[in-house]
């Protein structure tokens, strides 16, 4: 697949000496028509915006917001360590993407299959879930609660005679995710 990289599209032109106050309003004009119109309304099947550090870009927003009203599919990769809190993001940015907490997440999400993917998503919403839940109200999980309450939700989207073939695969996902998160709910329940 090809890759459009704003970032590095901006950095081509070593012209920025010789620019005016109309060329620089030119350029961020440009900059929104070419992101939203040509790389996401007429190139992009996906966007995957890559978020290593968790700070406010509405340029990214705005994106993410145009590609999921586009119908297209949007993903928000940011890098979090598996032993440290999971940031509060706003509903705003997280509710047209499905979100993946490092890069390490992401690829073996890609890995899967179509299908399998879907079924990933859904575990890894309610990893973030559980977190969040145990933060808040400092309500404790197991693992074996976990791979239920995934089990369900896989139950609830999937067509029955899909969710029996994808059981044992459901399981296996689950309980990677969570193993993955592990010492951070550990930490969260040592700390309750």
Known sequence: FIVFDPASIEGSHDLKAYYTSADLRSIASH???RDLDWFIGVNADAVVAYWPTVVFSSGMNDELRYAY???????????RPKDRMLPSLSPFTTYKSKLF?????????L????ELQEVYAWIQEEIVDVMRLQKETRTPTTKE???ETCAAVCRYNLPEI????????IA??????YEAWAPLISSMQLGA
Not at 172 to 177: P, T, V
């Open 111 to 114: 890995r899967l299959s179509p």
């Open 101 to 109: 907490w490092s890069s390490d997440d992401f690829a073996a999400y």
């Open 162 to 169: 899909r969710f029996e073939e994808l059981k044992g695969r």
């Open 145 to 147: 609660a976990f791979k």
């Open 31 to 33: 900059t929104i028509v």
């Open 69 to 79: 009203e586009s119908g297209k599919e949007t993903i928000l990769v940011t890098e």
């Open 172 to 177: 296996e996902l689950a309980d990677g995710i």
